[in-house]
Nanobody, 124 residues
Framework: VQLQASGGGLVQAGGFLRVSCAVS????????MAWFRQVPGKEREFVAA????????YYGDFVKGRFTISKDVAKNAVDLQMNSLNVEDTAVYYC??????????????????WGQGTQVTVSS
C-alpha cells in the first residue's frame, strides 16, 4: 500500500487547510485511515482516524471540533479538513493505514503503512 499526502502549506492563525492522502496498491476499504502529526523533538501525535468498518471517526483531544476526517471513496483518498488553525497546529502531518482495534486506534504502532508527510505551518 502506498500513501501520498498532499495539501500542506502556510496559513495564518484562524485560517483553514485541507490535507489529503491518496491511497494506492490495495483495496482502500480494507483499512482504517488516520492522521498523525509531529514536531521536531516530540512524539508523533494522533490527530484523527476513520474506521474501515462503519466509518466511525475519532479525534485527538486537542482537536475540539475544529478538524474533520473523511473518506473520498471515488478518489481512494482520505481528507483532513482543518479549521480555526492555531500556531500550535504547526507540524508535519502524516497519513497512515492499518487495521487497529478500537483500543489502540490512537496509537501509531497500530498502523502498517505511512505516507511521507506534509508540512502545515500556521503563522501568528
Amino acid at each position: 500500500v502506498q500513501l501520498q499526502a498532499s495539501g500542506g502549506g502556510l496559513v495564518q492563525a484562524g485560517g483553514f487547510l485541507r490535507v489529503s492522502c491518496a491511497v494506492s496498491g490495495d483495496t482502500f476499504s480494507r483499512y482504517s485511515m488516520a492522521w498523525f502529526r509531529q514536531v521536531p523533538g516530540k512524539e508523533r501525535e494522533f490527530v484523527a482516524a476513520i474506521r474501515w468498518s462503519g466509518g466511525h471517526t475519532y479525534y485527538g483531544d486537542f482537536v475540539k471540533g475544529r478538524f474533520t476526517i473523511s473518506k473520498d471513496v471515488a478518489k481512494n483518498a482520505v481528507d483532513l479538513q482543518m479549521n480555526s488553525l492555531n500556531v500550535e497546529d504547526t507540524a508535519v502531518y502524516y497519513c497512515a493505514a492499518g487495521r487497529p482495534i478500537l483500543s489502540n486506534l490512537r496509537q501509531k504502532a497500530a498502523y502498517y503503512y505511512w505516507g511521507q508527510g506534509t508540512q502545515v505551518t500556521v503563522s501568528s
